[in-house]
């Protein structure tokens, strides 16, 4: 991914945690994902009175990347707190690691965010192969 984009990607992660939905942690988070032809697909967390309900920013832009027809993706960037650099749970980084996305950008705002790599968020996870074998990696 290349700078520009990575900028772009943090913008519209931004863009989209204008929308969150936070009634109850009145914690907004934005997210966006670069699919493979460079199109951005943006997602915000959505909460319920039924708090297990609610959904993250990064799984409501995957699935509506996923809803249009994407599967391989260059990026992701997620915009949380602005005081701090707010990481993926665990959830959202099962669902990163089942689109094998290889970048994970975590911005507090347009000028600070880092980069990690996608591949390592999630050490051991569930996938494919477990499936198959019944076994665990690692
Ligand atoms: N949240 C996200 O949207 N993404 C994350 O990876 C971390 C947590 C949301 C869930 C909830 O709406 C709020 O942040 C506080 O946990």
Do not use: W
Not at 43 to 59: I, K, L
Not at 119 to 124: A, E, G, I, T, W
């Amino acid at each position: 991914m290349m700078g520009n984009e990575a900028a772009a990607l943090v913008s519209a992660a931004l863009a989209a945690r204008k929308n969150a939905y936070v009634p109850y942690s009145g914690y907004p988070v934005g997210a966006a994902v670069l699919g493979e032809d460079g199109n951005i697909f943006t997602g915000c967390n959505v909460e319920n009175v039924s708090y297990p309900a609610g959904m993250c920013a990064e799984r409501n832009a995957i699935g509506s990347a996923v809803t249009a027809g994407y599967t391989s993706f260059q990026g992701i960037a997620v915009a949380g707190s602005d005081k701090g650099f707010t990481m993926p749970c665990g959830i959202c980084r099962q669902v990163i690691a089942e689109f094998h996305i290889p970048v994970v950008i975590v911005a507090k705002d347009e000028d600070h965010y880092k980069i990690f790599d996608g591949s390592k968020l999630l050490p051991h996870a569930f996938e494919e192969g477990c499936l198959k074998t019944g076994e665990r990696n690692g």
